[in-house]
């Protein structure tokens, strides 16, 4: 075992990962990091992100001292933040989110730690700013000068995922973690207990070469494979656009459960969003969340046939875009149309002046005919919908739940649910995109890989996406970075710990 001792390899080099790679280090290790990606598209999902981050947090103070920058007195009267119980977090994530379905000690556990990881990458190099993340927060500006947040989603990281990932790196790198690029693990070593002791990877050179020592699988999910999507989530997830690395095709998932590990969580569900529908069918860092589309809660959503297919203000727009953006998987040709009138349009996220494909005019019934939704189902939609809303009078607030709510209609609006009178009017067309994969495999709170009899795999850790039970059919933004960041901190010490230990 002297090839094995004090040595930790680690899968991937996103938050999680680097995580986990900055955790062994701090514990003695010797850290190996082995990345599938070429340096310059290093940093898996996260660098995707624009890194906003959900904590849990009872008063203000403990966010301001988390922040990169100081705030003045004054400056700060004028910034409103809801205290996030950890309470509210678990229900987020179980219950609003999740149906009932996550495991209660893991999601208990994590949610626990997310104050704490964030000071922890603070004292490592990631700087804080207060997150402008969604239309929630940045669009209070219409309202009023004080900014308010609510909901968790309080932070981000400054310079969005690029901005966690490279201080991540070059902490663990100060510790005398090695990264090697383009070189992707395909299999896992076992000794002649069933232990693993290391991984095959193939370097840049086409040859295979053994790198020894425990290993943390910090290499998200499935879900840039479309055979696997095809497989695990349906044939209707086979030609979605992924929003997600082109890198996360799941061989290291699945070479651990051929080395004896069980599965957990929900494996037919997916992070999905609605986009732009100009968006490449394979992401990549120039797209980013560029292509996001998440104004949805200002208008209404039809599909080519003209009906209304999702309650667009059910929530905030931060909680529900990943039912809406699962929902037109749904919808013939996997189209959306968002509509908006003058009033709605007005909170639009700047993202939408980038879209080339929208209609706008003063007729909504010939922009529904320019834009291919049947156009006397669509017109009737809107004379049902605004028969059901003109009661309200109210402005849209974007700060909070109105309430205003249609009715009558056996699919209602909850939540700013105006008249779609105001011309002129526009629609944009939307199509799902895939992010993340919810199913991976069985962990515990020490982030120990579980066989089926429930045992720990000795040698086999995980971290973030590479492991289930945590989210199903969606997840409360923000909270899969700090998902990541805690279970890859705890598997990089219980690494360290088990290698020193050998």
């Known amino acids: ?135 929630q927060f940045d669009l209070t500006k219409h309202q009023t000068e004080k900014r308010t947040y609510r909901g968790g989603v309080v932070i981000q990281s400054v310079n969005g995922g690029q901005g966690l990932v490279s201080p991540e790196l070059a902490y663990a790198q100060s510790q005398g973690a090695v990264i090697h690029y383009d070189t992707p693990a395909v299999d896992l070593i076992s000794n002649e207990k069933g232990h693993i002791i290391g991984v095959v990877a193939r370097q840049s050179d086409g040859n295979l070469k053994n790198f020894y020592g425990a290993v943390v699988i910090g290499s998200g999910g499935f879900e840039a494979s479309s055979a696997r999507r095809s497989q695990f989530l349906g044939p209707q997830w086979c030609d979605v656009r992924q929003r997600c690395v082109k890198f996360n095709t799941g061989e290291v998932l699945f070479a651990a459960i051929n080395a004896g590990a069980a599965t957990a969580g929900h494996f037919s569900g997916a992070h999905i969003t609605p986009i732009d529908p100009d968006s490449p069918y394979i992401g990549g860092l120039d797209t980013c969340e560029k292509t996001n589309r998440l104004a949805f809660s200002w208008g209404i959503s039809v599909n080519k046939l003209g009906h209304r297919f999702i309650d667009e203000g059910s929530h905030w727009n931060n909680q529900i875009y990943v039912d809406v953006g699962r929902s037109l998987l749904e919808q013939p040709d996997q189209v959306g149309y968002q509509v908006f009138d003058s009033r709605g349009a007005q909170f639009r996220e700047p993202l939408y002046q980038d879209q080339k494909q929208f209609f706008e005019g003063n007729d909504l019934e010939e922009l529904a005919k320019q834009a291919g939704i049947a156009p006397e189902a669509f017109m009737h939609t809107i004379k ?7 009661h309200n009078k109210n402005l849209y607030d974007p700060t909070i739940l109105d309430a205003q709510a249609t009715k009558g209609l056996d699919l209602p609006k909850t939540n700013w649910a105006l008249p779609i009178t105001e011309p002129p009017f526009s629609i944009y067309p939307v199509v799902p995109g895939v992010t993340f994969t919810f199913g991976g495999l069985s962990s515990n709170t020490k982030c120990e890989i579980l066989a089926a009899n429930n045992r720990p795999i000795p040698g086999l850790y995980g971290c973030g996406e590479a492991t289930g039970d945590y989210f199903y059919y969606a997840y409360p933004t923000g909270s899969g970075l700090i998902k990541g960041a805690v279970t890859g901190r705890e598997a990089g010490h219980n690494a360290a710990h088990y290698a020193q230990e050998l």
């Not at 660098?47 to 007195?73: C, G, M, N, P, Y």
């Open 1 to 135: 075992m002297d090839q094995v001792r004090n040595h930790v390899i680690v899968l991937g080099s996103g938050n999680a990962a680097l995580s986990a790679a900055m955790a062994a280090a701090d514990h003695g290790a010797n850290v190996t990091i082995l990345e599938k990606a070429p340096e310059p598209e290093m940093g898996g999902n996260t660098r995707l992100t624009t890194a906003a981050l959900r904590v849990a947090f009872e008063e203000s103070k403990q966010i301001r001292e988390i922040l990169d920058k100081q705030f003045s007195d004054v400056e700060w009267s004028n910034i409103e933040i809801e205290p996030y119980p950890q309470d509210n977090f678990i229900y987020e994530v179980i219950h609003k989110t999740g149906h009932g379905r996550p495991n209660r000690e893991l999601v208990a556990w994590f949610t626990s730690q997310s104050l704490d990881i964030i000071h922890w990458l603070k004292e490592r190099g990631v700087k804080f700013e207060l997150a402008e993340y969604l239309s």
């Open 384 to 390: 049902e919908f605004n028969k059901a809303a003109k």
